[in-house]
């Protein structure tokens, strides 16, 4: 399956964007889904991650209250709602697929889209 991730840009601290991932080549509702992201100098850092159906999800705890992440099936979509935003969410975020949650959890999914850039100024 190929991901395509797309909606960062330049925003305000306290501003929101919405991030989308478009899924092809594959049966999207197989695959559990994720968002990770990489900051500068910094490791690559779980953000969320959703089950095939969107019935668990689950949020790293930095960003918890501030950011959903959704799917839609019919559109082989995954997003991600973010809201008040902070300088330090200024990341690359990259989504991630895999039919095993855990491969989702830890990092390593089997596909992988080739990010987008989210830049909060302060």
């Known amino acids: 399956v190929q991901l395509q991730a797309s909606g960062g840009g330049l925003v305000q601290a306290g501003g929101s964007l919405r991030l989308s991932c478009a899924a092809s080549?594959?049966?999207?509702?197989?695959?559990?889904m994720g968002w990770f992201r990489q900051a500068p100098g910094k490791e690559r850092e779980l953000v969320a991650t959703?089950?095939?159906?969107?019935?668990?999800?689950y949020y790293t705890d930095s960003v918890k209250g501030r950011f959903t992440i959704a799917r839609d099936n019919a559109k082989n979509t995954v997003y991600l709602q973010m809201s008040s935003l902070k300088p330090e969410d200024t990341a690359v975020y990259y989504c991630?697929?895999?039919?095993?949650?855990?491969?989702?959890?830890?990092?390593?999914?089997?596909?992988w889209g080739p990010g987008t850039q989210v830049t909060v100024s302060s």
């Open positions: 991630t697929a895999a039919r095993l949650y855990s491969q989702v959890v830890t990092g390593r999914g089997n596909y």
């Open positions: 080549g594959g049966t999207f509702s197989n695959y559990d």
């Open positions: 959703i089950t095939w159906n969107g019935g668990i999800t």
